[in-house]
């Protein structure tokens, strides 16, 4: 159980794997003023940066669950450059399953929401693991502008429009599950930037150092037209963003 190597090879530079930078990973600790000894739960963690910096900055607690055995050494690496190895675990696992043996105080799923079959589905899932008045974390794409044609949705990675809401259409989603949106932070172009044209670097050192491999046809011609596609439909029409969420009281109860 793993991820194909050619994820690997793309992100292996990335301590996040998502469009969020380094810079909005520390705003969003920080919007969430976590209490030290929070702990929390990180459904496909990838390389643990969410986990580490924040045990470090905020002397929170927790767990990390990932399907990549190459990520999950990154993260363990990350935990202990930082000091934190003592605070922070990791799980080889698959994350769809997994639900926390005693609650968590936040349950976060950042950018993976395939895990619960959508955002529904994975809401659902984290709920499982999270305290009375805890918070989830989401993190999803959605549509900054709205897409022309199937050729801009399957470029931006979808089947159909409806694949991903509208911002507006992503918040009323989330009120519709029963949650409200307590705080939120928003990739932007620049991140993107960081995500997928770093991936290209990554890729190109890679065939130079593995001409023969049989991945070598593939993330060549991925090297190729991946560039243009990107600033033509990704960084134009996809947006993205981290969504915390609190579970409504009933009527009467505030």
Request: glycine fraction near 12%; proline fraction near 5%.
């Amino acid at each position: 159980m793993d991820l194909p190597r050619n994820f690997t090879v793309r992100e292996s530079g990335h301590r996040v794997h998502n469009p969020f930078t380094e810079e909005d990973l520390a705003t969003l600790g920080r919007a969430l003023r976590l209490a030290p000894g929070s702990r929390i739960l990180d459904l496909a963690c990838g390389s643990g940066e969410l986990l580490c910096t924040w045990a470090r900055d905020h002397g929170t607690t927790g767990t990390g669950v990932d399907i990549s055995t190459v990520f999950l050494a990154a993260a363990r690496e990350r935990a202990a450059e930082l000091g934190v190895a003592d605070r922070v675990g990791f799980v080889h696992g698959d994350a769809s399953g997994h639900v926390a043996g005693a609650p968590v105080d936040v349950a976060a799923c950042v950018g993976a929401t395939w895990i619960g079959g959508g955002v529904a589905g994975t809401v659902e899932l984290l709920e499982r693991s999270v305290r009375p008045g805890g918070l989830l974390l989401v993190g999803e794409p959605y549509w900054r502008r709205e897409p022309p044609d199937l050729t801009t949705v399957e470029a931006c990675h979808a089947t159909a429009r409806d694949d991903y809401f509208a911002l507006p259409e992503l918040l009323e989603h989330f009120g519709g599950l029963g949650w409200d949106v307590v705080e939120m932070v928003l990739a932007d172009q620049r991140g993107w930037d960081r995500y997928v044209a770093a991936q290209w670097l990554n890729i190109r050192r890679w065939l130079d150092a593995n001409p023969g491999d049989e991945l070598a046809g593939e993330l060549r011609a991925e090297l190729t037209e991946g560039p243009a596609r990107h600033v033509r439909y990704q960084r134009e029409y996809l947006g993205w963003g981290v969504f915390a969420l609190m579970r409504r009281r009933p009527p009467g109860h505030g």
